[in-house]
């Protein structure tokens, strides 16, 4: 079985955060999962690859595979810097030349490869204001890459946890 991690760039990096995917992915673990996808440019992403490595010195079955953005096609000298930390590093097929959407695609990507999806996705977060070019007038405030890959997650009923808890009690949502 797979799992793949999607996150905002920015979290909340608490004992009980840790402690609920610790939690998880031993429950993963021991219910068969040992492929764990990765993307980049996340705190979220940072965490979770850290625990997995952990996790790795106990269970050396388990495999990190990361889901890069760019250098869809490369050699093996490029190669051995693309997978450096990971068992195996991809570029699925068609993200590399899909330019801003490269993030989404791979994301999409992640999720169509996985059975489990393990988010940390607050829907209140906003990223910042942004211009939509040069020449227009006025700014727009974008979708966040997480949301846009939840959405996706939950249109294809992918068994989703999302970690991120807002609330006191630290309740960890499992949807399909």
Not at 51 to 66: A, G, H, M, Q, W
Not at 84 to 92: D, L, N, R, T, W
Request: with cysteine; net charge negative.
């Amino acid at each position: 079985m797979t799992c793949c991690f999607i996150g905002h760039r920015k979290i909340h990096d608490t004992p009980e955060l840790r402690e609920r995917l610790q939690i998880i992915l031993q429950e993963l673990i021991d219910t068969g999962t040992t492929n764990f996808i990765f993307g980049d440019h996340s705190a979220f992403d940072d965490l979770c690859y850290e625990l997995v490595t952990e996790l790795k010195e106990k269970y050396p079955e388990i495999k990190r595979i990361n889901f890069r953005k760019d250098y869809e096609d490369t050699d093996d000298y490029t190669m051995q810097f693309l997978i450096k930390g990971y068992e195996e590093s991809i570029c699925p097929k068609g993200v590399g030349s899909a330019g801003r959407a490269s993030y989404a695609q791979r994301n999409q990507a992640m999720i169509r490869e996985s059975d489990i999806c393990i988010f940390y996705y607050d829907e209140n977060y906003l990223p910042p204001w942004r211009w939509n070019s040069r020449h227009d007038l006025c700014d727009y405030q974008p979708k966040s890459g997480t949301a846009l890959a939840y959405d996706y997650a939950k249109s294809k009923r992918e068994t989703i946890i999302n970690c991120f808890c807002s609330d006191v009690n630290g309740s960890n949502p499992l949807e399909h």
